[in-house]
């Protein structure tokens, strides 16, 4: 089975992969995420059946012929491997992935794991960006068109739709060759008021040039969410420039008299700065400015704390010889990891904007660069206002105004490339010696920025699912292809790497993948009509509405999910009932008045829907009833007649 679907793979290994000595390793063993490989009792008797690890230039892949079981891991997807000390039954060597999976394989000899070892170091993480996935990736004939999905957002557009330009603000095209500032888009919106030598004095005092800009205007009460790096301010250095672009926002929100700065790093952060000659705004410099601190913390202690959290979930369990971690001492380890006090924080922040931008006040939110903490404030305020960013096309859409062309270093958080790539030219030789050291350098500029993001906007959605087009998966979706590199749409750190790279001609669009799949993304507790009528999106961010989201940073953890998700469930369900209807209409336009009773469709739907909504219990049931409607009626559609045919799995 395995072999006649690789056997070609497994040649073009030599070609790309110089080090690679075996590209398939026998004897190999699984261990489950919880089994206690660290047991030095370990016996060949006591472990799980052998299979073979291939290994090929995308994906390493174990096969389990005795479970009849495959298990594919895409390589790009690999963050750490490690070789540990030899058991009895082998060598242990634990992969850890990106996307929060863990697998131990027990290889039983010492030479075979040292080659895969070596080989996984050298190649889970390319020098160039010519060696990512993307850039080989062909989906095959009939998928989809390379072209599909890349000309789906355009910008300009996004800004017309909210109203832009106006009398107020207007588009400039000063950075069109990315002069000003490298990390921004092309063309950008700001107050009509603000000449060119003040546009120009403002973005030489901030941070990497990224002066103050516009991302998003409300409707309404045409209040400004405008975003921008940290000023270069030092102890008591002052711009006149940069004063009076902030003052040009002030007089852009006539109904305002404030303009709220938000600084979203810890205080004492922000004062250290001023030591390296940047710092913050004060409110004496800036007349008609109030400053407001936030303590979202720096991608070091956000990479830490998911690293703690990754050994918390990692506890292992079920030997008796062994530690079993209870309830309070993984409740412990969580609350120690601080991981969900920092999507508070983010949260905290977000709302803060959003509850000023409906009250008329204009913001203007920086952290230090204002590409990590800033996208994640500026997005999730742009959410919590505007319905629009909560449907699945209106979400993309945000991801491409607030995270790619504003310049969130994709790339470089997600750990797409080894750190010594300059871009372009010959990479130094790597040594599997040398690959530990490395791994640990790329780990700096490293941190789960966008996870977060997706965390918070799930915590939205649990708490307010009638709010959301889109469902988990669709969140899940995008977490895997942010590593995954096998789309050119999160490739690059900025709008203008990503045009050097020619993403759109070479690669292929995760948004034109995604469309093919929308009927698997879809809420069914959406409802639009109810998110038209709200002004604001208001989640309760209190200690205790705040959960850990299982299903990312456990999803591959077997027996700790229900079997059937609630929501799979109601989409379930609801497409069924939809069948239902279908079938009904078909039945009326054949038979017409003359054949049915009078009563028929009151009759059919007593028979088969409701007693599926009064069973009302997945457990039992399974698919709230969908397997007692099964047995009352099965539908079946005809080809001719164009339905689909809808029948739920019987478990």
């Not at 600084?263 to 030591?275: F, G, H, I, V």
């Not at 749409?489 to 050097?500: D, P, Q, V």
């Amino acid at each position: 089975m395995i072999d006649r679907r690789l056997a070609g793979v497994f040649f073009l290994l030599v070609a790309n992969i110089d080090s690679v000595v075996a590209s398939q390793v026998e004897n190999v063993r699984l261990l489950e995420r919880f089994y206690h490989w660290q047991n030095k009792n370990l016996t060949e008797s006591s472990l799980p059946p052998a299979g073979t690890l291939y290994l090929t230039p995308t994906h390493l892949i174990f096969v389990n012929p005795a479970e009849k079981r495959e298990t594919w891991v895409l390589l790009s997807h690999i963050g750490t491997v490690e070789r540990s000390s030899i058991l009895p039954a082998g060598c242990p060597l634990v992969i850890r992935c990106k996307t929060f999976l863990s697998l131990v394989f027990i290889i039983s000899k010492d030479r075979d794991c040292h080659e895969v070892y070596s080989a996984l170091l050298r190649i889970a993480q390319p020098s160039t960006f010519e060696e990512l996935y993307c850039f080989s990736y062909n989906p095959g004939e009939g998928n989809f068109e390379r072209s599909a999905g890349w000309n789906t957002f355009d910008i300009q557009f996004e800004y017309q739709r909210i109203g832009v330009p106006n009398r107020h603000w207007t588009l400039t095209k000063m950075n069109q060759n990315y002069d000003i500032c490298d990390s921004y888009p092309q063309y950008l919106y700001v107050p009509t008021c603000a000449s060119q030598k003040v546009l120009l004095g403002s973005a030489g005092f901030r941070s990497r040039g990224r002066l103050p800009v516009l991302s998003y205007l409300h409707p309404s009460t045409n209040a400004a969410i405008c975003r921008c790096s940290q000023p270069l301010s030092g102890f008591s250095a002052r711009c006149e420039e940069d004063e009076q672009m902030l003052a040009c926002i002030l007089r852009a929100t006539p109904s305002s008299r404030t303009v709220w700065i938000i600084d979203t790093r810890p205080r004492l952060n922000a004062m250290a700065n001023r030591a390296t000659g940047k710092g913050y705004e004060t409110e004496q410099n800036y007349v008609g400015m109030k400053v407001q601190f936030f303590s979202i913390e720096n991608i070091h202690v956000m990479r830490s704390a998911l690293n703690k959290l990754v050994e918390v979930s990692d506890l292992k369990a079920g030997s008796d010889d062994l530690n079993v971690p209870s309830h309070s001492i993984f409740l412990d380890g969580l609350q120690a990891t601080g991981w969900l006090k920092h999507i508070r924080a983010i949260l905290d922040a977000s709302v803060f904007v959003a509850e000023k931008i409906v009250e008329g006040d204009s913001v203007v939110v920086h952290c230090s660069d204002g590409w990590d903490r800033t996208s994640q404030t500026c997005a999730l305020a742009c959410l919590l206002l505007d319905p629009y960013y909560r449907t699945i096309h209106g979400f993309m859409a945000l991801i491409e105004k607030d995270w790619l062309s504003f310049g969130h270093k994709f790339s470089e958080r997600a750990g797409h490339l080894r750190p010594f790539y300059t871009g372009g030219g010959n990479s130094p030789a790597v040594t599997p010696s040398s690959a530990v050291s490395m791994v640990m350098d790329t780990t700096r500029e490293q941190s789960p920025v966008f996870t977060q993001f997706l965390d918070c906007v799930w915590q939205l959605l649990v708490q307010k699912p009638y709010a959301f087009q889109f469902n988990e998966r669709f969140l899940l979706v995008l977490h895997d292809h942010l590593y995954s590199c096998q789309f050119g749409t999160l490739i690059g750190n900025n709008e203008k790497e990503r045009k050097e790279l020619r993403l759109e001609e070479r690669t292929y669009s995760l948004w034109g993948f995604m469309k093919r799949h929308l009927t698997e993304y879809i809420n069914p507790l959406y409802d639009a009509e109810r998110c038209r009528n709200m002004d604001i999106l208001v989640p309760d961010i209190a200690p205790q509405q705040l959960r850990l989201w299982v299903m990312m940073y456990n999803r591959f953890e077997e027996g700790i999910h229900p079997r059937e998700p609630l929501l799979s469930a109601l989409t379930i369900l609801k497409d069924h009932s939809s069948s239902l209807e279908d079938h009904l209409q078909l039945l009326e336009k054949i038979g017409g008045a003359d054949v049915f009773p009078m009563g028929f469709h009151e009759e059919a739907f007593d028979r088969v829907y409701q007693p599926a909504v009064r069973c009302g219990t997945v457990s039992e049931y399974g698919y709230f009833g969908a397997r007692y409607c099964s047995a009352a009626v099965e539908v079946r559609w005809s080809q001719d007649l164009g339905y689909r045919h809808t029948r739920p799995p019987l478990r």
